[in-house]
């Protein structure tokens, strides 16, 4: 084995790992507060959305505000940093009250934006665009994995512990973060910037590619078994089964984007489209649970490459000088959405009820499909006509 496979190992290994640990805490942190608020320390509903706006809030400040404007040492002090002081978050929780749950939120807030960013960044460095593009096939397997497994952990233990020790049970997987954000590589470029990044075709690209999965997955992130409680009747239980398949089939599909890598996105993003507008305008005409079931199946696949493409979008559209700060405002674009989307959503609902207002979902998303394939189609950074690219970075 050469030394430049073993260097991708190495570098593959880092950053599955971490992206793994970051995301299992993340999840478990941002689902776990708003419970324990409410039922730990008696905070009132409009309470218990104000402090999960804080922590999506501050995250959003240190994604957009800070990280773009660090040169890349200091960015990977506090990149290590961040990881350490996630340690702090889950200690200070599990040891809150009324007042200093706030602060162990600004902190959350703070850490886990300084972190998303700069994992997406080193996985986009690598010099050969496939190995580059497998390392973020990797870095998205990372956060599906921890978005089954995570959640299937703290299940188990909360059968056994209360929401406070649950906190400290994650600190050995935040300690494992800590320990590969030592080895996490950064941009040596010494003129990074963040300068008309907004204006950059790689940042616009994937943010229309991003558009037309992550306005309906914000929304059936938090309606979907509470959708199909009220349409189909079904027990509890069985209406959060449906995430079973949906990040099942999710998971598969970025293991195959992973394992075959391809130039020509074009294709896998057209049809990842199409799913989500077909799922989306048949929502009126199901006849059952069990074809519910199956259309949230089929939206596993958009959501399994949708992420992973746009990332690629910014990979093959920026230069290492600019790709932090493009991840950056990416990242902030995202959190802009989950904050909105179910907002929007939710008042829609008071109107329209739940199956149109699924099929209205699917006005964004053909528009930005339109505007995308419209803007950037034939661009060849993006979709380039011949069989083999190779890019260098």
Not at 40 to 66: E, K, N, P, Q
Not at 98 to 122: D, Q
């Amino acid at each position: 084995m050469d030394k430049e496979k073993r260097n991708f190992i190495y570098a593959a290994i880092v950053i599955f790992i971490i992206t793994f640990t970051m995301r299992a805490t993340n999840n478990m942190v941002v689902t776990t507060v708003p419970l324990f608020v409410k039922l730990d320390l008696g905070f009132s509903y409009f309470t218990v959305g104000a402090i999960s706006a804080f922590i999506y809030l501050l995250s959003f400040i240190s994604t957009v505000y800070v990280n773009p404007r660090l040169k890349h040492r200091t960015r990977r002090v506090l990149f290590i940093a961040a990881n350490a002081a996630i340690m702090l978050v889950l200690l200070l929780y599990s040891y809150s009250g009324a007042v200093t749950v706030w602060l162990a939120s600004l902190l959350a807030g703070l850490a886990f934006g300084l972190i998303i960013p700069n994992l997406m960044t080193s996985a986009s460095l690598r010099k050969d665009q496939v190995e580059r593009e497998k390392m973020i096939g990797l870095f998205t397997i990372g956060l599906s994995l921890s978005l089954i497994l995570g959640p299937g952990l703290e299940d188990i233990l909360l059968n056994y512990f209360d929401y406070r020790f649950v906190f400290l049970l994650f600190l050995p997987i935040a300690a494992v973060g800590l320990i590969m954000s030592t080895l996490v590589k950064f941009p040596t470029a010494k003129n990074e910037d963040h300068v008309d990044v907004t204006k950059n075709a790689g940042l616009r690209a994937a943010i229309l590619t991003v558009t037309t999965y992550n306005i309906p997955f914000a929304a059936i992130t938090i309606f979907l078994a509470i959708y199909a409680i009220s349409r189909f009747h079904v027990s509890g239980v069985l209406a959060y089964s449906l995430y079973i398949p949906f990040f099942t089939v999710s998971l598969l599909t970025r293991v195959y984007m992973t394992a075959r890598p391809s130039k020509n996105i074009k294709m896998l993003l057209a049809a990842s489209i199409a799913i989500t507008l077909l799922a989306l305008l048949s929502t009126p005409l199901l006849p059952n649970f069990y074809a519910f079931l199956l259309i949230m199946a089929l939206l596993g696949i958009p959501h399994g490459s949708i992420f992973p493409l746009a990332t690629i979008m910014i990979s093959r559209g920026t230069t290492v000088r600019k790709r932090n700060a493009a991840n950056s405002y990416f990242i902030a674009f995202n959190n802009i959405l989950f904050m909105v989307v179910p907002f929007t959503f939710g008042y829609l609902l008071k109107y329209i009820g739940f199956t149109y207002a699924f099929m209205v979902l699917a006005l964004p998303v053909a528009a930005s499909a339109f505007l995308l394939f419209w803007l950037y189609g034939n661009d060849e950074r993006f979709f380039p006509r011949r069989s083999a690219v190779v890019s260098k970075a």
